[in-house]
T-cell receptor, first 113, second 114 residues
Framework: DTEVTQTPKHLVMGMTNKKSLKCEQH?????MYWYKQKAKKPPELMFVYSYEKLSINESVPSRFSPECPNSSLLNLHLHALQPEDSALYLC????????????FGQGTRLTVV | SQQGEEDPQALSIQEGENATMNCSYK?????LQWYRQNSGRGLVHLILIRSNEREKHSGRLRVTLDTSKKSSSLLITASRAADTASYFC??????????????FGTGTRLQVTL
C-alpha cells in the first residue's frame, strides 16, 4: 500500500463551523506533513510531524490545529476560518523527515463561505 | 523564505521535443526533489538528488544540481502529451534534529501538444 488517503475530498464550511480534515497512511512512515495550496501557486508548508510529535510549525494561525493521534493518522482541525483560507489542503508522508521522497494524498478542496 | 524560483513559469512544446526547467534556491540544502502535479491534485515524486550528487537519471528524466550556484535543472526528453502537468522543485533543508522542511519552488506549467 503506497497510498496517502485524505478525507473528505471536498468540504464547504461556514466561518463559524468546526470541521476536521483527515489523512491516513499505512506505509510505516514516521514523518507527516500538511500543506496549503492556492490556485496556480506552489504548496506552502504548514506543519511537520516527526514520530508523532509536532516538529515544525510554519507560523500558521491558531484557527488551524494539527493532531497526530498515532503513526498512521494525521488530522487538521479547522475553526473560525476566513474565506481566504479556501484552498487545496494536501497531506504527505515520508519514511523519515530527511533524505527521502514524500508521498502525497489527493488533497481536500476546502471552500469557506 | 527558502521557496525556490523556477523558470520558465510556463512552457509549451510539441510532442517529441525536449523540455528543460530550471530551479534556483536560497540556502544550503540536504537534497533537492522534483515533483509533478496534474490539475491541482496530489503531487507525484519524480526524482531526488542529494547535495553531494551532480547528475541523476531516471527513464526520460535527467536532473542536474549545482550547489555552488544553488540551482537545478530538470530535462524531460522525447516529451509526450501525457507529460502535460505542473512541475515543482522542492528542497529539503532546515533540519531541526527531528524533522526538516520540504518546501516547493514556484513551478513550471508544461503543455505538450500533439
Amino acid at each position: 500500500d503506497t497510498e496517502v488517503t485524505q478525507t473528505p475530498k471536498h468540504l464547504v464550511m461556514g466561518m463559524t463551523n468546526k470541521k476536521s480534515l483527515k489523512c491516513e497512511q499505512h506505509m510505516g512512515h514516521r514523518a507527516m506533513y500538511w500543506y496549503k495550496q492556492k490556485a496556480k501557486k506552489p504548496p506552502e508548508l504548514m506543519f511537520v510531524y516527526s514520530y508523532e510529535k509536532l516538529s515544525i510549525n510554519e507560523s500558521v494561525p491558531s484557527r488551524f490545529s494539527p493532531e497526530c493521534p498515532n503513526s498512521s493518522l494525521l488530522n487538521l482541525h479547522l475553526h473560525a476560518l476566513q474565506p481566504e483560507d479556501s484552498a487545496l489542503y494536501l497531506c504527505a508522508s515520508s519514511i523519515r523527515a530527511l533524505n527521502t521522497e514524500a508521498f502525497f494524498g489527493q488533497g481536500t478542496r476546502l471552500t469557506v463561505v | 523564505s527558502q521557496q525556490g524560483e523556477e523558470d520558465p513559469q510556463a512552457l509549451s512544446i510539441q510532442e517529441g521535443e525536449n523540455a528543460t526547467m530550471n530551479c534556483s534556491y536560497k540556502t544550503s540544502i540536504n537534497n533537492l526533489q522534483w515533483y509533478r502535479q496534474n490539475s491541482g491534485r496530489g503531487l507525484v515524486h519524480l526524482i531526488l538528488i542529494r547535495s553531494n550528487e551532480r547528475e541523476k537519471h531516471s527513464g526520460r528524466l535527467r536532473v542536474t544540481l549545482d550547489t555552488s550556484k544553488k540551482s537545478s535543472s530538470l530535462l524531460i526528453t522525447a516529451s509526450r502529451a501525457a507529460d502535460t502537468a505542473s512541475y515543482f522543485c522542492a528542497t529539503v533543508w532546515g533540519f531541526t534534529g527531528t524533522a526538516s522542511k520540504l518546501t516547493f519552488g514556484t513551478g513550471t506549467r508544461l503543455q505538450v501538444t500533439l
